[in-house]
């Protein structure tokens, strides 16, 4: 079974500068979700989707990060102006919908902002 | 606001003893228990998820959960030098947003 693909890998911008991310969810898994991971520190959630629908998107900051998810299967993420501070790794996830929401991450985007 | 705390380490362990990593957690409706493995420059790799109260044994992995204490650990059996990664304890509270709460991490050595 195919796991998370994301791409691309490494992304190096100018401040200001916009990014795009793709990812591919495992076949079959209805939820995908975008992190971001910051050195030293755990993932933290930006945006949840269940098939094409948003769930949970409190934590993204709308002013300049916007995410979809087109047919319910792969999703973009965008990040425009990019500032210093989003230097970080973005993570996609996705699950099966259950009680247990076991979340198998991809290979993630190393974001770097100069 | 939902927190998981871990101690952030290095926490250095011989070759071939136990390893134990600890993990609180904040939000007592939690229902699903994660610890995820991840290797310098790589994503988080899912090793072992728990539900209920007690161990959960997986190969050299054991899990446990005490829900009253509000506590979730990880032994590692046999360490052996490739379980040198940081360990990430996640936590899902279920209701609307699925989203996991992670901890910081906790990272480990195995020294040969």
């Known amino acids: 079974e195919a796991g998370v693909a994301q791409s691309p890998r490494y992304k190096i911008i100018e401040k200001r500068q916009s990014v795009a991310f793709w990812c591919n969810p495992i076949?079959?898994?209805?939820?995908l979700y975008w992190y971001q991971q910051i050195l030293g520190q755990g993932p933290k959630l930006l945006i949840q989707?269940?098939?094409?629908?948003?769930?949970?998107d409190s934590q993204l900051p709308k002013d300049r990060f916007s995410a979809e998810r087109l047919k319910g299967v792969d999703s973009t993420l965008k990040i425009q102006p990019a500032k210093l501070e989003d230097s970080a790794v973005y993570l996609c996830?996705?699950?099966?919908?259950?009680?247990?929401?076991?979340?198998?991450f991809g290979p993630g985007t190393r974001l770097t902002v100069l | 606001q939902k927190e998981v705390e871990q101690n952030s380490g290095p926490l250095s362990v011989p070759e071939g003893a136990i390893a134990s990593l600890n993990c609180t957690y904040s939000d007592r409706v939690s229902q699903s228990f994660f610890w995820y493995r991840q290797y310098s420059g790589k994503s988080p790799e899912l090793i072992m998820s728990i539900y209920s109260n007690g161990d959960k044994e997986d190969g050299r992995f054991t899990a446990q959960l005490n829900k009253a204490s509000q506590y979730v650990s990880l032994l590692i059996r046999d360490s052996q030098p490739s379980d040198s990664a940081t360990y990430l304890c996640a936590v899902y509270s279920g209701g609307g947003a699925d989203g996991l709460t992670f901890g910081k991490g906790t990272h480990l050595i195995i020294q040969p």
């Open positions: 989707f269940q098939n094409n629908g948003v769930v949970d």
């Open positions: 996830a996705s699950s099966l919908i259950s009680d247990y929401n076991e979340q198998f």
């Open positions: 076949s079959g898994h209805a939820t």
